[in-house]
Protein backbone atom coordinates (compact mmCIF):
# COMPACT_ATOMS: atom_id res chain seq x y z
CA UNK A 1 0.00 0.00 0.00
CA UNK A 2 1.39 3.74 -1.20
CA UNK A 3 2.40 5.57 1.98
CA UNK A 4 0.33 9.30 1.46
CA UNK A 5 3.38 11.63 1.33
CA UNK A 6 1.06 14.46 2.80
CA UNK A 7 0.53 12.24 6.06
CA UNK A 8 3.01 13.82 8.15
CA UNK A 9 1.69 17.10 7.05
CA UNK A 10 -1.48 15.87 8.03
CA UNK A 11 -0.18 15.26 11.28
CA UNK A 12 1.54 18.14 12.17
CA UNK A 13 -1.13 20.31 11.17
CA UNK A 14 -4.04 18.21 13.37
CA UNK A 15 -1.22 18.35 15.87
CA UNK A 16 -0.82 22.23 16.00
CA UNK A 17 -4.33 22.44 15.29
CA UNK A 18 -4.98 20.19 18.81
CA UNK A 19 -2.19 22.34 20.58
CA UNK A 20 -3.91 25.80 19.87
CA UNK A 21 -7.18 24.47 20.55
CA UNK A 22 -5.99 23.38 24.12
CA UNK A 23 -3.96 26.37 24.45
CA UNK A 24 -7.29 28.87 23.29
CA UNK A 25 -9.21 26.40 26.04
CA UNK A 26 -6.88 27.12 28.83
CA UNK A 27 -6.82 30.74 28.00
CA UNK A 28 -10.71 31.18 28.13
CA UNK A 29 -10.85 29.38 31.57
CA UNK A 30 -8.15 32.05 32.83
CA UNK A 31 -9.51 34.94 31.23
CA UNK A 32 -13.20 33.30 32.81
CA UNK A 33 -11.09 33.03 36.39
CA UNK A 34 -9.98 36.86 36.50
CA UNK A 35 -13.05 37.92 35.57
CA UNK A 36 -15.35 36.59 37.85
CA UNK A 37 -12.39 37.72 40.45
CA UNK A 38 -13.66 41.00 39.27
CA UNK A 39 -17.34 40.73 39.18
CA UNK A 40 -16.86 38.52 42.78
CA UNK A 41 -14.96 41.66 44.03
CA UNK A 42 -17.80 44.22 42.90
CA UNK A 43 -19.72 42.14 44.66
CA UNK A 44 -18.42 41.90 47.84
CA UNK A 45 -18.50 46.09 47.51
CA UNK A 46 -22.10 46.52 46.72
CA UNK A 47 -22.86 43.94 50.10
CA UNK A 48 -20.23 45.89 52.23
CA UNK A 49 -21.72 49.09 51.10
CA UNK A 50 -25.50 48.03 51.98
CA UNK A 51 -24.61 46.45 55.04
CA UNK A 52 -22.62 49.47 55.99
CA UNK A 53 -25.66 52.26 55.35
CA UNK A 54 -28.03 49.66 57.23
CA UNK A 55 -25.27 49.90 60.86
CA UNK A 56 -23.76 53.06 60.53
CA UNK A 57 -26.45 54.72 60.69
CA UNK A 58 -27.06 53.08 64.34
CA UNK A 59 -23.59 53.87 65.12
CA UNK A 60 -24.19 57.18 63.96
CA UNK A 61 -27.25 57.76 66.10
CA UNK A 62 -25.65 56.19 69.36
CA UNK A 63 -22.51 58.55 69.42
CA UNK A 64 -25.31 61.44 68.77
CA UNK A 65 -27.23 60.08 72.26
CA UNK A 66 -23.93 59.84 74.09
CA UNK A 67 -23.03 63.44 73.34
CA UNK A 68 -26.60 64.48 73.84
CA UNK A 69 -26.57 67.68 76.87
CA UNK A 70 -29.80 66.80 78.43
CA UNK A 71 -29.43 63.25 78.73
CA UNK A 72 -25.46 63.29 80.42
CA UNK A 73 -27.44 66.09 82.92
CA UNK A 74 -30.47 63.36 84.05
CA UNK A 75 -27.77 60.78 84.18
CA UNK A 76 -25.88 63.06 86.55
CA UNK A 77 -28.89 64.09 89.11
CA UNK A 78 -31.05 60.85 88.59
CA UNK A 79 -31.01 60.43 92.54
CA UNK A 80 -32.27 64.43 92.68
CA UNK A 81 -35.34 63.55 90.78
CA UNK A 82 -38.61 62.99 92.47
CA UNK A 83 -39.75 58.90 92.26
CA UNK A 84 -40.67 57.88 88.48
CA UNK A 85 -39.96 61.04 87.03
CA UNK A 86 -35.95 60.28 85.87
CA UNK A 87 -37.37 57.51 84.16
CA UNK A 88 -40.30 58.86 82.64
CA UNK A 89 -38.26 61.66 81.31
CA UNK A 90 -35.74 58.72 79.97
CA UNK A 91 -38.87 56.55 78.22
CA UNK A 92 -39.78 59.77 76.33
CA UNK A 93 -36.54 60.66 74.94
CA UNK A 94 -35.98 57.11 74.18
CA UNK A 95 -39.12 56.60 72.35
CA UNK A 96 -38.76 59.89 70.05
CA UNK A 97 -35.28 58.26 68.89
CA UNK A 98 -36.78 54.69 68.37
CA UNK A 99 -39.77 56.05 67.02
CA UNK A 100 -38.11 59.47 64.73
CA UNK A 101 -35.05 56.59 63.35
CA UNK A 102 -37.33 53.34 63.04
CA UNK A 103 -34.92 51.33 65.20
CA UNK A 104 -35.96 48.12 66.98
CA UNK A 105 -34.87 49.61 70.76
CA UNK A 106 -33.59 51.96 72.19
CA UNK A 107 -31.78 52.37 75.78
CA UNK A 108 -30.33 54.01 78.27
CA UNK A 109 -28.38 52.11 81.23
CA UNK A 110 -27.79 54.22 84.60
CA UNK A 111 -23.81 53.55 85.94
CA UNK A 112 -25.20 54.30 89.37
CA UNK A 113 -28.30 52.61 89.78
CA UNK A 114 -27.41 50.39 87.19
CA UNK A 115 -31.28 50.60 86.17
CA UNK A 116 -31.85 49.39 82.50
CA UNK A 117 -34.06 51.83 80.29
CA UNK A 118 -35.87 51.16 77.20
CA UNK A 119 -38.18 52.89 74.97
CA UNK A 120 -40.93 51.36 76.81
CA UNK A 121 -39.87 52.31 80.74
CA UNK A 122 -37.76 51.01 83.10
CA UNK A 123 -36.76 46.94 81.52
CA UNK A 124 -34.35 46.21 84.68
CA UNK A 125 -31.89 45.95 87.35
CA UNK A 126 -28.87 44.89 85.90
CA UNK A 127 -27.16 42.30 88.00
CA UNK A 128 -24.30 40.84 86.82
CA UNK A 129 -23.42 38.68 89.75
CA UNK A 130 -26.45 36.64 89.43
CA UNK A 131 -27.66 36.79 85.98
CA UNK A 132 -25.26 35.58 83.45
CA UNK A 133 -27.28 38.31 80.79
CA UNK A 134 -26.09 40.88 82.28
CA UNK A 135 -22.70 40.09 82.44
CA UNK A 136 -21.74 42.25 79.28
CA UNK A 137 -21.97 45.10 81.31
CA UNK A 138 -19.01 45.22 83.49
CA UNK A 139 -16.96 43.84 80.76
CA UNK A 140 -17.82 46.75 78.31
CA UNK A 141 -17.47 48.99 80.35
CA UNK A 142 -14.27 47.84 81.69
CA UNK A 143 -12.76 47.63 78.04
CA UNK A 144 -10.50 50.45 76.63
CA UNK A 145 -12.97 51.48 73.52
CA UNK A 146 -15.71 54.32 73.62
CA UNK A 147 -17.82 51.87 71.79
CA UNK A 148 -19.03 48.19 70.26
CA UNK A 149 -21.49 46.07 68.39
CA UNK A 150 -22.94 43.48 70.32
CA UNK A 151 -25.48 40.22 69.07
CA UNK A 152 -28.29 39.30 72.11
CA UNK A 153 -31.77 38.73 72.33
CA UNK A 154 -33.96 41.42 73.04
CA UNK A 155 -36.14 40.73 76.62
CA UNK A 156 -37.98 43.47 75.68
CA UNK A 157 -38.44 43.24 71.84
CA UNK A 158 -40.35 39.33 71.93
CA UNK A 159 -36.74 37.78 72.51
CA UNK A 160 -35.62 38.56 68.73
CA UNK A 161 -31.96 38.64 67.74
CA UNK A 162 -30.74 42.13 67.97
CA UNK A 163 -27.94 43.87 66.76
CA UNK A 164 -26.93 46.37 69.53
CA UNK A 165 -24.78 49.40 69.47
CA UNK A 166 -23.25 50.23 73.22
CA UNK A 167 -21.85 53.48 73.39
CA UNK A 168 -20.55 54.74 76.98
CA UNK A 169 -21.95 57.85 78.40
CA UNK A 170 -18.98 60.14 79.83
CA UNK A 171 -19.13 63.54 81.61
CA UNK A 172 -16.70 66.69 80.68
CA UNK A 173 -14.56 64.62 83.11
CA UNK A 174 -14.64 61.30 81.95
CA UNK A 175 -16.37 60.12 84.45
CA UNK A 176 -18.53 56.98 83.20
CA UNK A 177 -22.74 57.40 83.81
CA UNK A 178 -23.62 54.44 82.06
CA UNK A 179 -24.25 52.80 78.44
CA UNK A 180 -26.77 54.05 75.88
CA UNK A 181 -27.53 53.13 72.06
CA UNK A 182 -30.13 51.70 69.97
CA UNK A 183 -30.88 48.07 68.46
CA UNK A 184 -31.55 47.12 64.97
CA UNK A 185 -33.62 44.14 63.56
CA UNK A 186 -31.55 40.86 63.24
CA UNK A 187 -34.00 39.94 60.51
CA UNK A 188 -33.91 43.25 58.72
CA UNK A 189 -29.70 42.20 58.65
CA UNK A 190 -30.41 38.61 57.79
CA UNK A 191 -32.82 39.31 54.49
CA UNK A 192 -30.78 41.54 52.89
CA UNK A 193 -27.92 38.71 53.60
CA UNK A 194 -30.56 36.61 52.30
CA UNK A 195 -31.87 38.06 49.00
CA UNK A 196 -27.72 38.48 47.86
CA UNK A 197 -27.15 34.75 48.59
CA UNK A 198 -29.87 33.44 46.39
CA UNK A 199 -29.35 36.27 43.87
CA UNK A 200 -25.70 35.07 43.56
CA UNK A 201 -24.98 32.30 44.75
CA UNK A 202 -23.17 33.00 47.79
CA UNK A 203 -22.72 32.70 51.87
CA UNK A 204 -22.48 35.82 53.58
CA UNK A 205 -21.14 36.14 57.20
CA UNK A 206 -20.40 39.18 59.47
CA UNK A 207 -17.94 37.79 61.96
CA UNK A 208 -15.57 39.16 64.67
CA UNK A 209 -11.79 39.26 64.52
CA UNK A 210 -11.76 35.88 66.48
CA UNK A 211 -13.76 34.55 63.42
CA UNK A 212 -17.01 33.61 65.86
CA UNK A 213 -20.23 34.74 63.79
CA UNK A 214 -22.55 37.60 64.73
CA UNK A 215 -25.07 37.91 61.68
CA UNK A 216 -25.75 34.66 59.79
CA UNK A 217 -28.98 33.95 58.07
CA UNK A 218 -29.39 30.98 60.25
CA UNK A 219 -30.14 31.93 63.89
CA UNK A 220 -28.36 28.91 65.42
CA UNK A 221 -25.02 30.04 63.73
CA UNK A 222 -25.17 32.93 65.52
CA UNK A 223 -22.37 32.98 68.28
CA UNK A 224 -21.98 29.19 67.85
CA UNK A 225 -20.07 29.05 64.41
CA UNK A 226 -16.55 30.25 64.23
CA UNK A 227 -14.94 30.96 60.74
CA UNK A 228 -11.09 30.79 60.53
CA UNK A 229 -9.66 33.97 59.25
CA UNK A 230 -6.30 34.34 57.47
CA UNK A 231 -3.43 36.49 59.11
CA UNK A 232 -3.30 38.02 55.46
CA UNK A 233 -7.17 39.15 55.98
CA UNK A 234 -6.41 40.35 59.43
CA UNK A 235 -3.50 42.34 58.63
CA UNK A 236 -5.46 44.34 55.82
CA UNK A 237 -7.65 46.62 57.26
CA UNK A 238 -8.27 48.64 54.31
CA UNK A 239 -8.74 46.11 50.93
CA UNK A 240 -10.68 43.45 49.42
CA UNK A 241 -8.79 39.82 50.63
CA UNK A 242 -9.55 37.48 48.18
CA UNK A 243 -9.08 33.76 48.35
CA UNK A 244 -9.09 31.16 45.40
CA UNK A 245 -9.69 27.64 46.26
CA UNK A 246 -10.32 24.39 44.03
CA UNK A 247 -12.86 24.00 41.32
CA UNK A 248 -13.57 27.80 40.92
CA UNK A 249 -13.93 28.30 44.21
CA UNK A 250 -13.34 31.66 46.34
CA UNK A 251 -13.90 33.38 49.49
CA UNK A 252 -13.74 37.45 49.79
CA UNK A 253 -12.89 39.15 53.02
CA UNK A 254 -13.40 43.19 54.15
CA UNK A 255 -13.18 44.46 57.35
CA UNK A 256 -15.76 46.87 58.01
CA UNK A 257 -14.05 49.47 60.43
CA UNK A 258 -17.17 51.10 61.98
CA UNK A 259 -18.41 48.02 63.13
CA UNK A 260 -15.16 46.61 63.77
CA UNK A 261 -15.99 43.08 62.25
CA UNK A 262 -15.36 41.01 59.08
CA UNK A 263 -17.97 40.51 56.72
CA UNK A 264 -17.15 37.08 54.86
CA UNK A 265 -18.52 36.10 51.32
CA UNK A 266 -17.74 32.49 50.09
CA UNK A 267 -18.76 30.89 46.93
CA UNK A 268 -21.51 27.85 47.29
CA UNK A 269 -20.89 24.33 46.77
CA UNK A 270 -21.60 24.43 42.51
CA UNK A 271 -19.60 27.07 41.31
CA UNK A 272 -18.24 26.62 37.48
CA UNK A 273 -14.73 24.54 37.46
CA UNK A 274 -13.04 25.90 34.76
CA UNK A 275 -9.75 24.07 35.30
CA UNK A 276 -12.28 20.47 35.27
CA UNK A 277 -14.08 22.32 31.86
CA UNK A 278 -10.70 22.39 29.89
CA UNK A 279 -10.04 18.54 30.03
CA UNK A 280 -13.50 18.19 28.76
CA UNK A 281 -13.67 20.64 26.46
CA UNK A 282 -10.67 20.11 24.39
CA UNK A 283 -12.22 16.97 22.70
CA UNK A 284 -15.06 18.55 21.06
CA UNK A 285 -13.32 21.52 20.51
CA UNK A 286 -11.75 20.17 17.44
CA UNK A 287 -14.98 19.28 15.80
CA UNK A 288 -16.73 22.98 16.81
CA UNK A 289 -13.82 24.97 17.00
CA UNK A 290 -15.24 28.29 15.45
CA UNK A 291 -18.70 28.05 17.20
CA UNK A 292 -16.94 27.43 20.46
CA UNK A 293 -14.86 31.17 19.43
CA UNK A 294 -18.43 32.61 18.85
CA UNK A 295 -19.90 31.36 22.20
CA UNK A 296 -16.80 32.35 23.91
CA UNK A 297 -17.17 35.83 22.37
CA UNK A 298 -20.58 36.54 23.15
CA UNK A 299 -19.87 35.01 26.65
CA UNK A 300 -16.95 37.70 26.90
CA UNK A 301 -19.10 40.27 26.01
CA UNK A 302 -21.63 39.62 28.45
CA UNK A 303 -19.61 39.15 31.48
CA UNK A 304 -17.97 42.50 30.54
CA UNK A 305 -21.43 44.10 30.16
CA UNK A 306 -22.39 42.55 33.74
CA UNK A 307 -19.30 43.73 34.65
CA UNK A 308 -19.85 47.13 33.61
CA UNK A 309 -23.51 47.17 34.97
CA UNK A 310 -22.14 46.02 38.66
CA UNK A 311 -19.79 49.02 38.82
CA UNK A 312 -22.39 51.55 37.73
CA UNK A 313 -24.83 50.06 40.24
CA UNK A 314 -21.92 50.11 42.85
CA UNK A 315 -21.75 54.04 42.49
CA UNK A 316 -25.49 55.54 41.65
CA UNK A 317 -28.84 55.34 44.10
CA UNK A 318 -30.85 54.11 41.07
CA UNK A 319 -34.26 55.34 42.78
CA UNK A 320 -32.95 59.22 42.86
CA UNK A 321 -30.38 59.04 40.32
CA UNK A 322 -27.76 60.67 43.03
CA UNK A 323 -23.87 59.21 43.80
CA UNK A 324 -24.40 56.86 46.46
CA UNK A 325 -22.28 56.44 49.68
CA UNK A 326 -19.66 54.54 48.51
CA UNK A 327 -18.66 57.29 45.57
CA UNK A 328 -19.21 59.86 48.67
CA UNK A 329 -16.55 57.55 50.62
CA UNK A 330 -14.53 56.78 47.49
CA UNK A 331 -13.93 60.78 47.55
CA UNK A 332 -13.89 61.10 51.41
CA UNK A 333 -10.80 58.79 50.84
CA UNK A 334 -9.20 61.15 48.43
CA UNK A 335 -9.42 64.06 49.95
CA UNK A 336 -7.66 62.73 52.94
CA UNK A 337 -5.04 62.02 51.03
CA UNK A 338 -4.01 65.76 51.00
CA UNK A 339 -4.83 68.73 51.96
CA UNK A 340 -8.61 70.57 51.85
CA UNK A 341 -8.69 72.92 48.54
CA UNK A 342 -9.91 76.27 49.35
CA UNK A 343 -13.71 77.18 49.70
CA UNK A 344 -14.49 73.52 50.24
CA UNK A 345 -17.67 72.99 51.97
CA UNK A 346 -19.92 69.86 53.15
CA UNK A 347 -23.41 69.77 53.44
CA UNK A 348 -25.78 67.37 55.79
CA UNK A 349 -28.91 66.96 54.86
CA UNK A 350 -32.34 65.06 55.95
CA UNK A 351 -35.53 64.66 55.44
CA UNK A 352 -37.80 65.56 58.13
CA UNK A 353 -41.23 63.29 58.28
CA UNK A 354 -40.18 60.53 56.39
CA UNK A 355 -41.34 57.91 58.27
CA UNK A 356 -44.84 59.73 58.60
CA UNK A 357 -44.92 59.91 55.27
CA UNK A 358 -44.92 56.16 55.01
CA UNK A 359 -46.84 55.30 57.79
CA UNK A 360 -49.96 57.65 56.75
CA UNK A 361 -49.94 57.87 53.46
CA UNK A 362 -47.75 54.55 51.77
CA UNK A 363 -44.28 53.89 51.00
CA UNK A 364 -44.89 54.89 47.56
CA UNK A 365 -45.68 58.17 48.68
CA UNK A 366 -42.21 58.19 50.71
CA UNK A 367 -40.45 57.14 47.42
CA UNK A 368 -41.76 60.15 45.99
CA UNK A 369 -40.67 62.37 49.20
CA UNK A 370 -37.26 61.16 48.68
CA UNK A 371 -36.93 61.74 45.19
CA UNK A 372 -38.27 65.25 45.37
CA UNK A 373 -35.72 65.62 48.71
CA UNK A 374 -33.01 64.46 45.70
CA UNK A 375 -34.68 67.01 43.20
CA UNK A 376 -34.37 70.06 44.91
CA UNK A 377 -30.85 69.38 46.34
CA UNK A 378 -29.25 68.24 43.26
CA UNK A 379 -31.10 71.49 41.28
CA UNK A 380 -30.23 74.26 44.43
CA UNK A 381 -26.03 72.54 44.60
CA UNK A 382 -25.28 71.25 40.96
CA UNK A 383 -23.98 74.50 40.32
CA UNK A 384 -21.11 74.59 42.97
CA UNK A 385 -20.73 70.35 43.47
CA UNK A 386 -22.60 67.21 43.83
CA UNK A 387 -25.10 65.54 45.92
CA UNK A 388 -25.08 62.25 47.39
CA UNK A 389 -27.51 60.08 48.73
CA UNK A 390 -25.83 58.65 51.41
CA UNK A 391 -28.89 56.42 53.13
CA UNK A 392 -32.48 56.08 53.30
CA UNK A 393 -33.39 59.92 53.98
CA UNK A 394 -30.06 61.26 54.21
CA UNK A 395 -27.98 62.99 52.04
CA UNK A 396 -24.39 64.76 51.61
CA UNK A 397 -23.23 67.13 48.91
CA UNK A 398 -19.59 68.16 48.39
CA UNK A 399 -19.45 72.21 47.32
CA UNK A 400 -16.71 74.38 46.26
CA UNK A 401 -17.80 78.21 46.79
CA UNK A 402 -17.07 80.72 49.51
CA UNK A 403 -19.25 81.75 52.55
CA UNK A 404 -20.03 84.57 50.62
CA UNK A 405 -22.20 82.79 49.00
CA UNK A 406 -24.03 80.38 51.64
CA UNK A 407 -27.04 82.65 52.71
CA UNK A 408 -27.75 82.60 48.88
CA UNK A 409 -27.46 78.87 48.47
CA UNK A 410 -29.63 78.43 51.90
CA UNK A 411 -32.52 81.06 50.23
CA UNK A 412 -32.58 79.06 46.92
CA UNK A 413 -33.05 75.32 49.01
CA UNK A 414 -35.80 76.95 51.27
CA UNK A 415 -37.00 78.54 47.71
CA UNK A 416 -36.91 75.18 46.22
CA UNK A 417 -38.40 73.18 49.26
CA UNK A 418 -41.29 75.68 49.04
CA UNK A 419 -41.98 75.28 45.30
CA UNK A 420 -41.94 71.51 45.46
CA UNK A 421 -44.86 69.48 45.35
CA UNK A 422 -45.43 65.98 45.07
CA UNK A 423 -48.66 64.17 43.22
CA UNK A 424 -49.09 62.50 46.65
CA UNK A 425 -47.24 64.47 49.19
CA UNK A 426 -48.17 67.94 49.20
CA UNK A 427 -44.38 69.66 50.43
CA UNK A 428 -41.42 68.54 51.85
CA UNK A 429 -38.82 70.10 54.67
CA UNK A 430 -35.07 69.56 54.67
CA UNK A 431 -32.80 70.08 57.76
CA UNK A 432 -29.17 70.57 56.43
CA UNK A 433 -26.01 72.01 57.82
CA UNK A 434 -22.80 73.29 56.31
CA UNK A 435 -19.13 72.99 56.98
CA UNK A 436 -16.61 75.01 55.56
CA UNK A 437 -12.90 74.87 54.73
CA UNK A 438 -13.31 78.64 54.78
CA UNK A 439 -14.50 79.29 58.37
CA UNK A 440 -12.15 75.87 59.58
CA UNK A 441 -8.96 75.77 57.58
CA UNK A 442 -7.51 73.54 60.29
CA UNK A 443 -10.15 70.68 60.04
CA UNK A 444 -9.66 67.90 57.66
CA UNK A 445 -12.67 65.85 56.18
CA UNK A 446 -13.90 63.84 58.96
CA UNK A 447 -14.47 66.87 61.39
CA UNK A 448 -15.93 69.19 58.73
CA UNK A 449 -18.68 66.50 58.12
CA UNK A 450 -18.76 66.00 61.94
CA UNK A 451 -19.40 69.69 62.11
CA UNK A 452 -21.91 69.55 59.24
CA UNK A 453 -23.66 66.44 61.16
CA UNK A 454 -23.88 68.52 64.30
CA UNK A 455 -25.27 71.95 62.53
CA UNK A 456 -27.65 69.55 60.60
CA UNK A 457 -29.17 67.99 63.82
CA UNK A 458 -29.41 71.56 65.43
CA UNK A 459 -31.41 72.58 62.23
CA UNK A 460 -33.85 69.44 62.66
CA UNK A 461 -34.58 70.69 66.30
CA UNK A 462 -35.52 73.96 65.35
CA UNK A 463 -37.91 72.65 62.77
CA UNK A 464 -39.92 70.68 65.18
CA UNK A 465 -39.93 73.12 67.53
CA UNK A 466 -40.94 76.05 65.36
CA UNK A 467 -43.52 73.37 63.33
CA UNK A 468 -45.16 71.41 66.13
CA UNK A 469 -44.61 68.22 64.38
CA UNK A 470 -44.38 64.94 66.01
CA UNK A 471 -40.49 64.32 65.76
CA UNK A 472 -40.79 61.01 63.11
CA UNK A 473 -38.43 60.52 60.17
Request: hydrophobic share 40%; with cysteine.
Amino acid sequence: MKKNPFLPVYIVVVAIFVLSAGISVYSIGQEGQKNDRRVNTLLAARVYDVISNNLSRAIVMSNSMSNNSFLIEDLKNEDKYAPNEFGANVKKYLANVKEDMNFATAFVISDKSRRYFTHKGLNSVLDPVNNVRDFWYPKFIHQNKKQELNVNVARHNNNAWTIFVNTKMEDKDGKLLGVCGVGVNMKDVQETLLNFSRNYDVKIDLVRPNGVVMVDIYDDKIGNDKIDLPEKALADTSGFYYEEGKRGHFRIIKYINDLDWYLVIASNDNKNDYRGAFFSSILTHIALCLLMLIIVFRAMNYAAKNTRQLHEASIIDKPTGLYNKRAFDELKEHLKAGKMPPNFMVMTADLNGLKSVNDNMGHEAGDELIAGGAFVLKSVVEKYGIAYRTGGDEFMAILRMPMSDLDGLKESLEKAMNEWHGKTVPSLSISYGFASSEENPDMDIDELIKLSDSRMYANKDEYYKKTGAKRRT
